[in-house]
């Protein structure tokens, strides 16, 4: 799926954060949600809230390292681990670590 995200990027090449960066690499690899919105820096930023940058990192290398990984489903049906269930899943993991500490 091709992704135009001009519109979301950042107003100058001065106010580019390494966050922002990683922010856009990951709306690029999410691409639709599942009602087919497209994910923007706003609500990025909403999920990402309270996230340190170099937990960031770490969300970005583990979802890219386990992509294509097979897994078996209820019905037994291999299957293939996709970038957003990877991502979600460690966010989620993040920040209930987060929310106990």
Known sequence: MQINIDRYTLAS???KTERGELMLD???KLGTDLNGKLY???RMGRL???IPTSDLYFL???SDSKVG???KDKMGKERYLKW???FFQCLKFRKQALDNK
């Open 40 to 42: 923007t820096m706003p």
């Open 48 to 50: 990402l809230k309270g």
């Open 26 to 28: 990951f709306i690029k």
């Open 84 to 86: 957003g269930q990877i």
């Open 60 to 62: 970005q290398k583990e």
């Open 13 to 15: 090449e001065t106010r």
């Open 69 to 71: 990984m097979q897994y």
